[in-house]
């Protein structure tokens, strides 16, 4: 396997993903021809990816579409809104829509879960920067709409090509977890060829030890900012970090899915939780319980500001930032990596 073709899909991916979010607003304001500059870039570093250079296996999965009379709770309205905006607007671009998480299995926490998805965009999208562009303004209109779930979101909608399908890495979404799925695009039957990404996943685990090793030393999680202020430890600016917060406890609860990758074992996050249990001391597993009864605590609309509420300090307790280290320093001591 060519690990420059392994790096480029990376790179390229990550273009693709900045480009169609919210976050690349800072473009807004340049001439229109950037745009379409950025969107060639993406098109012609997807044409120098070469699916042959990898060793694949293939996998399909039929996703069953989004049942509108299990989501009739109001919490869920958006998530039909969404639905019904991307067959309307966004059926020419892409070639599938696939909700997953805890708003598929239905086993969501309102306020505090996810709008977790992957949209695949079709090879002529890819090639026509004009209808990137256009695609680009769609999505971006989804993220606001993301928005009336959970204020505090720290993702947005995962986007990949039709060629990344070709060499699909478990690192996007385990192939296992596609049938737990919906398609908000109506049936779909996806097929594709998965590659060995097992040395991403060890990568991936290794880059979030370097930022909890990192915020324990210094008192600060320095990502994920919020309007360019940080987390800092014990609570010292609680009152700016909940969107940080969120996403600080999002990663701890995913390490466990994380470690069992590693191991081999794609399993679901409730799945990873307990096989992991088994595996790590008590006294560090703590914090993914905490974490686990903060989620389960949430009420919706706790806090549309962005301080986190007496009742979350109450279950999370300080030195959060040394527990976190202290829980993933032991699972890469147990990983060997």
């Known amino acids: 396997m060519s690990r420059n073709q392994i790096n480029l899909q990376k790179s390229s991916n990550?273009?693709?993903?900045?480009?169609?979010?919210?976050?690349?607003?800072?473009?807004?304001?340049?001439?229109?021809?950037?745009?379409?500059?950025?969107?060639?870039?993406?098109?012609?570093s997807y044409k120098c990816l070469n699916p042959s250079d990898f060793s694949t296996h293939s996998f399909r999965s039929s996703i069953d579409k989004i049942d509108?009379?299990?989501?009739?709770?109001?919490?869920?309205?958006?998530?039909?809104?969404i639905s019904d905006f991307i067959r309307?607007?966004?059926h020419y671009y892409l070639k599938g829509f696939i909700l997953h998480g805890s708003l598929a299995t239905l086993d969501y926490v309102p306020g505090w879960s996810d709008f977790d998805?992957?949209?695949?965009?079709?090879?002529?999208?890819?090639?026509?920067?004009?209808?990137?562009?256009?695609?680009?303004?769609?999505?971006?209109?989804?993220e606001n709409m993301i928005k009336n779930l959970d204020n505090h979101q720290h993702h947005g909608i995962h986007f990949i090509a039709e060629k990344d399908l070709l060499m699909y890495p478990d690192l996007y979404l385990p192939t296992s977890l596609?049938?737990?799925?919906?398609?908000?695009l109506g049936e779909f039957d996806l097929f594709g060829h998965k590659r060995d990404s097992s040395q991403e996943q060890i990568d991936r685990f290794n880059s979030i030890y370097?930022?909890?090793?990192?915020?324990?030393?210094?008192?600060?999680?320095?990502?994920?900012?919020?309007?360019?202020?940080?987390?800092?430890?014990?609570?010292?600016?609680y009152k700016n970090s909940m969107y940080?917060?969120?996403?600080?406890?999002?990663?701890?609860?995913?390490?466990?899915?994380?470690?069992?990758n590693i191991r081999g074992e794609y399993l679901t996050k409730p799945e990873s939780i307990e096989a992991c249990r088994k595996v790590i001391?008590?006294?560090?597993?703590?914090?993914?319980?905490?974490?686990?009864?903060?989620?389960?605590?949430?009420?919706?609309?706790?806090?549309?500001?962005?301080?986190?509420?007496?009742?979350?300090?109450?279950?999370?307790?300080?030195n959060y930032f040394l527990r976190g280290y202290n829980l993933i320093k032991e699972m890469k001591s147990i990983l060997g990596i």
């Not at 596609?178 to 908000?184: A, G, H, I, N, Y």
Request: glycine residues 4%.
């Open 14 to 44: 990550s273009l693709l993903n900045w480009f169609l979010h919210t976050k690349s607003g800072c473009i807004d304001s340049e001439p229109f021809f950037v745009k379409e500059m950025i969107a060639r870039s993406v098109s012609s």
């Open 281 to 318: 001391s008590k006294e560090n597993f703590e914090i993914v319980d905490v974490s686990s009864m903060l989620r389960a605590g949430w009420k919706a609309n706790l806090s549309l500001s962005n301080e986190i509420p007496d009742s979350a300090m109450k279950i999370i307790g300080e």
């Open 117 to 142: 998805s992957i949209a695949i965009i079709r090879d002529g999208t890819l090639d026509d920067a004009s209808e990137m562009i256009r695609l680009r303004s769609i999505c971006q209109a989804i």
């Open 210 to 237: 370097k930022t909890l090793e990192r915020a324990f030393g210094s008192g600060t999680l320095q990502h994920h900012a919020y309007e360019g202020v940080y987390m800092m430890d014990n609570f010292r600016n």
């Open 68 to 81: 509108y009379e299990k989501y009739k709770d109001p919490f869920l309205k958006p998530v039909l809104e």
């Open 178 to 184: 596609f049938e737990q799925s919906v398609s908000l």
């Open 244 to 260: 940080q917060m969120k996403y600080f406890m999002s990663v701890i609860c995913l390490l466990p899915s994380y470690f069992m």
């Open 88 to 90: 309307q607007n966004a």
